[in-house]
């Protein structure tokens, strides 16, 4: 029989394994090894077997192998071998011999647990988990007992996962050092188990042990809502001896709440109490920036700036290289609202992280656009690199843009067809082509291309709402367009702008009272200068002036180059 060579380097490793392992007397002497001719043979035949896809006798031999050795490195093998074949009782057999082997073994026990999990055998998992808790060196047992929830994320019987993991963690429970983390966990487990109360009882306890413990703070962090108060209180206990990065993650939770100025009074705390952690002035610079509060932003924006670049780049988290990025975004933003073109500029030069790269080369484009040298920015756009598949679609976007905001529709329709001639199936570049030729009146076609998309996706409202708006807002064919548009609301029930829609053509159709109803219900869900246009327009012709006048100036803020709206105040002579 002839050895492959593949074969060579594994058959070597496991023999030097099983001779690393036998004994060496203290005088010198000739060694002896575990591997004689009849166990290389059959380690040979195990991994043939393999190879031939023989899962069954390559695990056998194997495993009989191990048990002839006790050696990790062959136990290790056969686990592989079985969890290849999708064998998993045959995994867990091997699993188990190599633990009961080697009771020592973290590594054994752990993929005896690993392969339970994997069975959905969640009561087994019991004695696995206590003896993991035991192999840990006590130094890593904390940050190992909180994990624990992590290995359970996937088990069907969340309740039995939760008394399972208890019922391991009964000693660690009444630790002094360990038990608010033990409790911490059982509070996760519940909480995975939609059990908020118990979760909420076993912070409680957590935070009860050791105040000053993160993880209880964690836990009630994870459960923060208007309905349980008492979870934000445990979060406030904990952070006058939090650290900054638990701070942090308190303000996101806030900011995804929209409590703004709670999570600015925050960053303002951490400011003040450290005063070069650096990530409490990015969230500070944007939130300002955010409020048009421009000076301010700078100044938060450039400290920073500062404090990164005084860090040794070697010393800086991954995160770091983003958050730069989005300073320099945000400066640019900001030298873009003072009409400063060319200091804009001069900051997205200076993104070089590569995945953010592309994105500040769009929005330089975009600056070169807007002075006018549309060409200049198209190759500018054309030119970068394509780091992954879903670039070249970002790029065409980007150029898409400038040539609608720049009204050079004919180019913009041109780009489309180039594009739909390559990627048949993208069905966006469809619809993007339909509202294109909407820009140029050509009805006919704007009206062929979005029926196809009906056809091809009946169940999208995006081509039933935009013809007939489209309709509607040129007094055609109104019962059809108020049909097509009804359609799409039921496709995508109190989306606002299919809404805003709907009231438009009911607008068109005669119907005043039935618009402004919709429309204010619309606007209040989302506030858009669009929308504001057509409600004002709705009061307008109720001669509602006043509260037009108001709702005008709500869109303005909104947006106030919205072409909807520029053109609405223009032709009712609206005084502002």
């Known amino acids: 029989m002839r050895l492959k060579f593949a074969l060579l380097p594994l058959i070597l490793t496991l023999a030097a394994s099983l001779h690393a392992q036998s004994p060496t007397p203290a005088e010198l002497g000739p060694r002896s090894s575990a591997l004689d001719s009849q166990l290389f043979y059959q380690l040979l035949l195990g991994e043939l077997s393999a190879r ?130 033990a409790w911490a966990v059982v ?184 002075q006018g040298h549309v060409d200049e920015a198209i190759a500018l756009i054309q030119s970068q690199t394509e780091r992954s598949a879903n670039d070249a679609s970002i790029k065409r976007s980007a150029q898409l843009q400038i040539l609608r905001e720049q009204k050079l529709f004919d180019r913009a329709s041109i780009l489309l067809k180039e594009a739909i001639a390559q990627n048949p199936e993208d069905l966006d570049l469809v619809y993007d082509l339909a509202m294109v030729s909407e820009k140029l009146g050509h009805m006919d076609e704007m009206e062929s291309l979005l029926r196809s998309l009906m056809a091809a996706k009946p169940d999208d409202p995006h081509p039933y709402n935009a013809l007939g708006y489209s309709l509607a807002d040129r007094n055609m064919r109104l019962p059809e367009s108020i049909a097509l548009i009804t359609k799409a609301l039921q496709l995508a029930p109190n989306d606002p702008f299919i809404t805003d829609s709907l009231a438009w053509a009911q607008f068109r159709s005669g119907n005043k009272d039935e618009a402004l109803q919709l429309l204010q219900g619309a606007f209040k869900a989302r506030p858009d200068a669009e929308i504001a246009a057509h409600l004002g327009e709705v009061l307008w012709a109720m001669d509602r002036h006043a509260e037009a006048v108001q709702v005008f100036k709500e869109g303005i803020k909104l947006n106030p180059a919205n072409d909807t709206l520029m053109e609405t105040l223009k032709r009712l002579r609206v005084p502002l």
Do not use: C
């Not at 633990?99 to 019991?126: C, K, M």
């Not at 359970?152 to 660690?172: G, H, I, M, N, W």
């Open 52 to 181: 031939s896809n023989e899962p069954g006798a390559a695990f056998s031999l194997l495993l009989d192998a191990a048990r002839k050795t006790n050696d990790p490195a062959i136990y290790l093998r056969a686990v592989q071998v079985a969890l290849q074949a999708r064998a998993g009782e045959s995994a867990l057999q091997a699993a188990r011999a190599w633990s009961q082997a080697i009771p020592a073994s973290r590594e054994a026990n752990r993929f005896v647990l690993q392969i339970l999990l994997g069975l959905n055998r969640v009561a087994d998992t019991l004695e696995p988990l206590k003896r993991e808790i035991v192999l840990t060196p006590a130094i890593e047992r904390r940050n190992t007992i909180w994990a624990i929830p992590g290995a359970f994320e996937r088990v069907s019987d969340r309740q039995l996962a939760v008394t399972t993991v208890q019922k391991a963690l009964t000693r660690t429970l009444v630790d002094p050092d360990l038990g608010a983390t």
């Open 187 to 370: 509070g996760r487990m519940w909480l995975s188990a939609a059990d908020k109360p118990a979760a909420l009882n076993a912070a409680a306890k957590a935070q009860g042990i050791d105040p000053g413990s993160e993880h209880a703070a964690l836990l009630a962090l994870s459960m923060m809502a208007p309905d349980m108060p008492q979870a934000e209180a445990m979060v406030r206990k904990h952070l006058p001896k939090a650290r900054p990065e638990f701070r942090m993650a308190y303000i996101k939770t806030l900011l995804d709440s929209q409590r703004e100025a709670d999570a600015l009074a925050e960053l303002q705390a951490i400011s003040n109490s450290t005063p070069n952690y650096a990530d409490a002035w990015l969230i500070q610079g944007a939130m300002a920036l955010q409020a048009g509060q421009l000076t301010v932003a700078e100044r938060h924006l450039q400290r920073y700036l500062d404090l990164i670049d005084a860090t040794p780049e070697e010393q800086q988290p991954v995160e770091t290289k983003r958050g730069r990025s989005q300073a320099y975004f945000s400066m640019a933003l900001i030298a873009q609202q003072r009409k400063d073109l060319s200091a804009a500029d001069a900051w997205l030069q200076r993104v070089s992280n590569p995945e953010d790269v592309l994105r500040a080369q769009i929005r330089r484009a975009a600056l070169m656009a807007e």
